[in-house]
Every structure is written in C-alpha cells, then in structure tokens.
Nanobody, 124 residues
C-alpha cells in the first residue's frame, strides 16, 4: 500500500503561482510513476502531468505546458508541481496519483493509488 497526501493548494489571483506537494508513505518503492490530475466542479478528472521514477520521463497536458513543472525528490518520497501563470480555468481539486508502471500515463485508470486532493482556486 502507498499513502499519498497532497498540500500546497490555496486561493490565488490570476497570474499567481503555487507549489503543490504530495508526500508518499508506505511501500513507496512501488511508486515508479507519479502523476497529477485535477477535477473541476461538474467536470471529469483530467490529466495534468506525470513523471517516471528516475525523473527521466515527464509528460504534460497541452493546457499546462510551459506553465507547470513536475518534479520529484525520491529521497524525501515527495512529488511536486510548480504551477505558474495561473488562470481561472486552472481552478480544480488537484490529485496526486502513483503506480508501479514504468512509463508516465495520462489515463487515470492506469494509476492504483490516489491522494485526497488539494484545492486550487484562481480568481480573475
């Protein structure tokens, strides 16, 4: 089992930045690939970004490329998402996900473990 706890969300103005964190515990060696997804009210959960164990492979949704940066600190068992140039449409509950898979995936069903989410709200 892997437990994931997100933090770092909040209320920011458009153009602002946040740094989201996801602390992993439990059998963390199983977490080969980590990812961020988000879900806005009334919408399906959507892919944001993913990163492989060695951080050699990353993937981003087109809507966040150039604004969001995913990274991980394996020694601290922590995943990060630096979110810059925030827009109101980025408002959502942001989830951390983990899976034993080797390659990043943008499909939520490919991930076994999920956190409870951290809310990001961007005001215009």
């Amino acid at each position: 089992q892997v437990q994931l706890v997100e933090s770092g969300g909040g209320l920011v103005q458009a153009g602002g930045s946040l740094r989201l964190s996801c602390a992993a515990s439990g059998r963390t060696f199983m977490s080969n690939t980590l990812a961020w997804f988000r879900q806005a009210p009334g919408k399906e959960r959507g892919f944001v970004s993913a990163i492989s164990w060695a951080a050699g492979r990353t993937s981003y949704a087109d809507s966040v490329k150039g604004r969001f940066t995913i990274s991980r600190d394996n020694a601290k068992n922590t995943l990060y998402l630096q979110v810059n140039s925030l827009k109101p449409e980025d408002t959502a509950l942001y989830y951390c996900a983990a899976d034993l898979r080797l390659d990043p995936s943008n499909i939520s069903n490919d991930y076994t473990y999920w956190g409870q989410g951290t809310q990001v709200t961007v005001s215009s």
